[in-house]
């Protein structure tokens, strides 16, 4: 008796308590999942899903082989950017110092 007057009480100032768990909203719940979204596969045979599984995977393998060779492409650039960025800053400093020795050579002269 006293424990049904209880959860009377509870229901009456928590009404969130007086839905069965099963039909709580999901919004009432806490991490609550929502049922996943329905996708092209869930109606498929399993021999369609094997063979879709396959072709999943070839595409894969060729994405990943594709992925690599634009890798070494990018860091072979890079290394060349690197290599003619260090050749440039070389060449200024020869004629940085190429300059220089012109002008004391002519200072040298007019003494």
Do not use: C, W
């Not at 999943?56 to 492409?73: F, K, P, Y």
């Amino acid at each position: 008796m006293f424990f049904t007057l209880y959860i009377k009480h509870l229901t009456t100032f928590y009404p969130i308590l007086s839905y069965p768990f099963s039909f709580t909203p999901l919004f009432f719940r806490k991490n609550a999942v929502p049922p996943p979204e329905p996708t092209e596969f869930d109606n498929l045979a399993l021999k369609d899903l094997k063979v879709t599984v396959l072709k999943l995977r070839d595409e894969v393998g060729s994405l990943s082989t594709e992925r690599s060779r634009v890798t070494a492409d990018r860091d072979a650039l890079e290394r060349f950017l690197e290599l003619s960025k260090k050749d440039l800053r070389e060449a200024e400093l020869a004629v940085i110092a190429k300059t220089r020795e012109a002008e004391a050579q002519a200072e040298s002269h007019r003494i």
